[in-house]
């Protein structure tokens, strides 16, 4: 399958999705997701232009498991809950995750990579994909308002200006009756922090560090006074997780680090909010 048709936000997929197919295929996966290998070896590109690095690699993989455990848990306790994934790329959460036949789930992405997706990853009989634009309104009334729901985005806001993230939370609050959002999130990321992004990552023009648009914040409380409707459920690091011991040299002193140093802990959390 060829992908070169896909508009340069649209290529950010490819990244974490090779990242997963890496870690499904080395000796100790953090993630083992087998159907991300799978889905990689369907599409006829240079991956190895993309700059998976060995952290990035974990750190993609790691995101993953914590966001399906997010998932696992809501779904769990209320197995008539819905399931949205924003910007949900190439996934195969719905594959990992294996919720109750009585959840449903809705992936959301633009419509080149949902083209993609019905060509490259198999079909799940409780999921269903929506081509649509988070930035707009109308993607909220593809899902009925009438359950629990989570609303989880793996590697979309860090693409969305903060005035967009902010629209995209309040849209959420205000349509879904109750439910969870997650994401996984960076800290405050600086001007200087994503220019240096940009100049050390890919020289590949469809880097994902050169869409980077989200300047992020340091206080998980901030989201709530976005939206008065949002209460933190919880913040948790990669860099505080058993699974670090697997993390490449440089990223396990990394994360040993960050017990002292929070800023280092907050480039790799996850957020959940109630709502
Ligand atoms: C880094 S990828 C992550 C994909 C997927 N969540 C994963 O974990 O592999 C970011 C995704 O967000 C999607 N995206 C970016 N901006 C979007 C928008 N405004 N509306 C819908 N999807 C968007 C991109 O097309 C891409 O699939």
Known sequence: MDVSGLAPIEQTALLTEYCRALDSRSARPILGDSHADATVRRIDHDFASLGATPSVVALVALRAKMLDECLSRFVAADPSAVVVDLGAGLSSAAFRVDPPPTVDWVNVDLPGVIGLRNAVVPAHERVRDVAANVLEPDW????????????????????????????????????????????????????????IGRLTSSRNANSPH??????????????????????????????????????????????????????????????????
């Open 140 to 195: 909220v009334t593809a899902v009925p308002p009438d359950r629990p729901t989570i609303v989880f985005a793996d590697g979309l806001f860090a693409f969305l200006d903060e005035d967009a993230v902010v629209s995209l939370l309040r849209r959420i609050t205000g349509h879904f009756p109750s439910g969870v959002v997650a994401f996984n999130d960076y800290g405050r990321v600086s001007k200087a922090n994503q220019v």
């Open 210 to 275: 050169r869409q980077w648009n989200f300047p992020g914040f340091k206080d998980a409380r901030q989201p709530e006074s976005w939206d008065p409707a949002l209460r933190l459920l919880d913040e948790s690091s990669a860099m505080h997780r058993p699974e670090t011991a697997q993390f490449p040299t440089g990223l396990r002193i990394a994360s040993r680090l960050s017990r002292r140093v929070p800023s280092i802990a907050r480039k790799a959390r996850v957020l959940q909010y109630r709502f």
